[in-house]
């Protein structure tokens, strides 16, 4: 069995006509990724029973449904109506991570603490860059103590700056990351897509307090960087995270699923226990599973 730590999943009021939603809900960064102006768009969309189904055939147990990184804290209210509404239909399969937009403020922080309460298990995913705050904000600093409050782990967005650019690639300097790490060594952190790559480059070890996605690896790099990243950060601080429904693997022209990000990384020169630490039980001690 699997945990996939990173997956997005919308209803169809937003699947079946996304340029209407994000026309309505003022969110034209998230239109411009799933509906790029120009090319064809990586997007797939799902329901939450075809999501049950590619779970049961890859032998995935659970997924966490991150929020999108929203432009304005309506949308952020719409996204955690949906996540409640899934929850209750499928507590045992779904792991639901709070949607949070500085800007909001106080309603902001208001927003998390219903969603614990709810049943949310984490925050994000966030972009501060693309969400018209400031890695600074004070307000970000108090969810992130809200957070370590609840045991609750904060994903955040990370680009890989030397990669090719594509749709909504906007940067997310690492070095404020780190610092907001450090700042807050008892919150949890999930740095997405292997933190950019950005820990091969970097001498100094991530801190104690920052774990590390895999979602969207098979498109952002042509060959597994698994093994070298292993090698340098260490498995216990890999999740596996497939980024689904996202065409990850856009040569296929079948529908996206969980087998084949599955299959890269057990194709990726790790042993059977460093596969079982990344699809299982790393996301089992994070997430307090037993």
Known sequence: MAIDSHIHLYPP??????????????????????????????????????????????????????SWYWENHDSCLHNLNWQTEWLAKTPHRFICFAPFNANGGSAALELLKNAFQSGCKGIGELNPPAQGYAYEDPVLAQALELAAAYRAPVNFHVTDPTTHDYPGKIDTPYA????????????????????????????EPPPNNVVFDTAACPLLYKTPVYREFCDKVGVDKILFGSDYPLRVFPKDKRSPNFILPLAELQNGDLSPAEIEAITLQNAKRLFHLS
Not at 15 to 43: F, I, M, R
């Open 176 to 203: 404020s990351l780190l610092n907001l790490a450090n700042e807050h060594p008892n919150t949890s952190f999930i740095f997405s897509h292997l933190g950019g790559c950005e820990p091969l480059r970097n001498r």
């Open 13 to 66: 009021s937003v699947s079946a006509d996304p340029l209407a939603w994000a026309v309505t809900q003022n969110e034209p960064y998230w239109l411009s990724c799933v509906k790029p102006s120009h090319g064809k768009s990586l997007q797939a969309w799902k329901s939450p029973s075809e999501l049950l189904q590619d779970m049961d055939d890859a032998g995935v147990e659970k997924v966490v449904i991150l």
